[in-house]
């Protein structure tokens, strides 16, 4: 057991295609029973922080770097764990340093290229994917490590799909990455707003919710080298 919660129930999923992926940590916290999160957004962070900061330790996290979130479609590149401003994506080469996003109906985009060594975590809602974030953060991997499309792996969180958003930005984004040229796409095909038990719904709560939090990180090179 583990804050009263059994470790079969705890609000942790991961994703097969970056489990596979050898050096790299990613997770995706879900909603957390028994927090009341039916408060504005920065309320509903402050209540969640000391259960994310848990889970982060237990899951071998560090503390994130941490992006604005303006709806945008900016990528930076990070070295620290920095809040980047006016940013909704997050890119670096740093092993030991986590990435996380924020997302409640919008999707968390990992991006890893293991060939490279390099990732990037984005946030993309309607807003961000109409600004083809997705494509900016593969332009900020190249442009800083090298990174070829072909070498990729994508992989898009549970977020709103229809019925209950008139918007399918998951199939534009499925869209975007082949004209990218992504060779590795999974997409979780989970929608949020389905399973207010599971996760946080900002159109489904009418704005009053808590946040997933989305986590990518290289492991350290002693992890890598198995020292």
């Not at 237990?58 to 401003?85: K, M, R």
Request: aromatic fraction near 6%; charged fraction near 20%; glycine fraction near 8%.
């Amino acid at each position: 057991m583990r804050d009263g919660m059994p470790e079969a129930a705890l609000p942790v999923e991961t994703f097969p295609a970056l489990d596979a992926l050898p050096g790299v940590r990613a997770a995706f916290l879900t909603r957390v029973p028994g927090v009341a999160v039916d408060v504005e957004r920065a309320e509903a962070l402050d209540r969640l922080r000391p259960v994310h900061a848990r889970l982060l330790n237990d899951l071998g996290f560090a503390a994130p770097a941490l992006a604005e979130q303006i709806h945008g479609s900016l990528v930076t590149a990070v070295t620290g764990p920095v809040i980047a401003p006016g940013a909704d994506g997050l890119a670096t080469d740093t092993p030991g340093l986590t990435l996380g996003i924020y997302v409640a109906d919008c999707a968390a985009i990992y991006v890893v290229d293991p060939v490279r060594r390099a990732i990037a975590l984005l946030h993309s809602g309607r807003k961000g994917t109409e600004a083809n974030i997705l494509a900016r953060g593969v332009e900020c991997l190249h442009a800083r490590h090298g990174s070829v499309p072909a070498d990729l792996v994508v992989v898009v969180s549970p977020c709103i799909r229809p019925p209950f958003y008139e918007v399918d930005f998951a199939a534009t984004l499925a869209a975007q990455a082949r004209a990218l040229g992504v060779g590795h796409y999974h997409d979780a095909g989970t929608c949020t707003a389905s399973d207010p038990d599971r996760y946080y719904s900002y159109r489904r709560e009418r704005g009053h919710t808590g946040r997933m939090l989305a986590l990518l990180m290289l492991s350290c090179a002693k992890l890598e080298d198995g020292s």
